[in-house]
């Protein structure tokens, strides 16, 4: 099983950017839909974005469409999440996920491999 490690949180000012990166190993990545989810104090873990194990299709969330993208370099093992014009409200710990499952999947039980997540804070 793909082991994965998140990287890139950190503490930002609203509207600044971040681009968070997930590398993986024990495995390519290549096979894998690859995930990105997040979760605040008190909340459940939720979608935030998917991209296919090609990198042809993506899918966001409502709430970061047009401000986060999601992409992939398969060589590299490696997915990325650039995140921008931040809100207080996207502070979170950012997990990166794998999924055998085809497609896009958005639900989180679609996913085997998580990684141990990456704070993200946002002042206002």
């Known amino acids: 099983q793909v082991q994965l490690v998140e990287s890139g949180g950190g503490l930002v000012q609203a509207g600044n950017s971040l681009r968070l990166s997930c590398a993986g190993s024990g495995g390519t990545l290549s096979s894998y839909a690859m995930g990105w989810f997040r979760q605040a104090p008190g909340k459940g873990r939720e979608f935030v974005s998917v991209?296919?194990?090609?990198?042809?299709?993506?899918s966001y969330a409502d709430s970061v469409k047009g401000r986060f993208t999601i992409s992939r370099d398969n060589a590299k093992s490696t997915v990325y999440l650039l995140m921008n014009n931040l809100k207080p409200e996207d502070a979170a710990v950012y997990y990166c996920a794998a999924s055998r499952t085809s497609g896009s999947p958005v639900v989180l039980n679609a996913y085997q491999s998580w990684g141990q997540g990456t704070q993200v804070t946002v002042s206002s």
């Open positions: 991209i296919n194990w090609r990198g042809s299709v993506t």
